[in-house]
């Protein structure tokens, strides 16, 4: 609800076009209203906005309205409590984002996915873990050097010919599945790995090994075996017999007995989902007839991808084949080929908003913001030597680095060589950044460096964007203006009219002729499908022994489809069955109505009467809340001067 009234009374999101001479439209209690706010509300609730005097006039009223509210709000200061502060900058943060950010970086980047969504790459991979931070200090060694050091000497080894990429990842490779796979990570694309790993894929030859790439697992070299283009998606059916690679001789040839025999069955005509329900030693899915979830490229187990894509159409099954974990026998159910760049494109922004390589648009942004602020840096004449006092203090505990307070740590400014107090950034800032966000690893001071000064250009941002975009800026006050809205119309209306007993009970009074019943049937409706059931419940219900409960459970014995009664007292010109229809005390004989046959028993004709309050409760609040309403507005123009520059506003149809 409270969503809908703020887009109600919003501003519109393009471009908003300030004239040089922006006229006082109105004044409310002395405070000026410009005519540009009025036609941007205007523009964005009438999408063909007509000029002439009585849609003018119209809208104005409601204008009036709204500014009436928001200067009672601000009035009562309700623009002031936590709850609207906090709510308003959970608004601000978010409708913040679009402008802090690098716009041509991140179409870049949902071009790069798209690119890399289309076009699969395969590759093997060496993995050395990060030991840990604590047993690296200890060893005189920075956290990670001695694994890259590692993967460098493994690279060397491989590129002299003195040992194959596949043995060397089964010799060294720390990644679990090596020594199986020889490091062979088959197919993938776009985010299917770490982003660092995707990125040294998709830039490094065919055939070529990579540098050193540093993820969150440690480093890895890879060798890039092959590239193509993407398969697209595939869903599949399979029949599965266990038989792992470890199994047994004489399980597994039963398995392979077992497999060839369902083969044998299906070539006879037998029903795939039949045979898999029945047979299949996958359980999941043998649930649903073999299926599988949809799938791509990475997804599966080599082979088992490789004979599924090869199928050539739907409904065509492979041959039995065998894989590490069994025997299978896949039958392809759907295909989809890659999607258009216009159909992905919304998926792969929301994906790479969550993702690393995000952090590409906000380091490219980051340095926007320096060239636009004229950042000046001197980190180099202090930072070197805090970073040794400070790790030196990490020994005992407690780093003190109070002697760098008074240094300049970088300063920036709007204008250049207009450097104010507060746009020069002392180190004493950075060590309360730095105590603000400990580290629980090895320190890096650079890093940590590096990221203050993003978030101090960051919220410089921030404070600057309703000074460079008027549309943010019109944005915002839609915001405030309809959160204060909300809160104060719900005060002043939607609560009392629900809990207000006694206001409503004397408005229900006054009002009574509103809410009157017309011409009432208080019935049983009887239908039926099937002209036997309605026959027969005839019968019963002339029996004075049955009563419609006794019916239903008669009737329906055999399936609760056969016969449904629906009772009450309905208005007789608006109950579809009853209309058009002279009711009496009685039962009527059966009629069709929608291919239904239909017959009615009528306990009593009600003659039109005045509903009671509890009959229409719903109708009279809302009812009284538009009168709440009204009072309210007579009150607040009672309260607030108003004048209107009528001049200014017909001007807009001219």
Known sequence: MKKNMLLAVGLFLGAVSFAQKDPVLMTVDGKNVHQSEFLNIYTKNNPDPKYDKASLDEYMELFVNFKLKVTEAEELKMDTISKFQNELNGYREQLARPYLTDKEMNDELIKEAYYRKTNEVKASHILIQNVNAEVAVRQGASFGEAERKKVEEIKADIEAGKISFEDAAVKYSQDPSAKDNKGSLGYFSAFQMVYPFEEAAYTTKVGEISNPIKTRFGYHILKVHDKRPARGRIRVAHIYAKSPDNAKPEDAKKAKQKIEELYELLKKGKDFADLAKEHSEDKTSAQKGGELAWFTSGRMLPNFEEASFNLAKDGDYTKPIKTSYGWHIIKRLEYEDVRSFDKMEGELKAKIAKDPRSNKSKASFIEK??????????SKKWLADYSKAY????????????????KKAFKYSVKKGCFKPKTVVKVADFTKFMKAHPSQKEVDIKAKYNAFVSQELMQFERSRLEVKYPEYKALMQEYEDGILLFELTEQKVWKKASKDTVGLEAFYEKNKDRYQWKKRGDVEIYSAVKKDNIYKALEYVKDSNYNANQVLKKINATSQLNLSVESGKFEIAKKEELKG??????????????????????????????????????????DYQTYLEKEWIKELKAKYPIVINEDVLYSLGK
Request: charged letters at 30%; zero cysteines; glycine letters at 8%.
């Open 581 to 622: 229809r002279t009711l009496t005390v009685g039962v009527t004989e059966p009629f069709v109505l929608n291919s239904k046959f239909v017959f009615i028993k009528t306990n009593e004709v009600l003659p039109p009467t005045t509903k009671k309050l509890d009959e229409t409760r719903g109708m009279a609040i809302s």
């Open 391 to 406: 790790k030196a203090g990490m020994e005992s505990g407690t780093p003190d680095v109070s002697s760098f307070d008074g």
């Open 369 to 378: 913001l320096k060239d636009e602020y004229h950042y000046k840096d001197y």
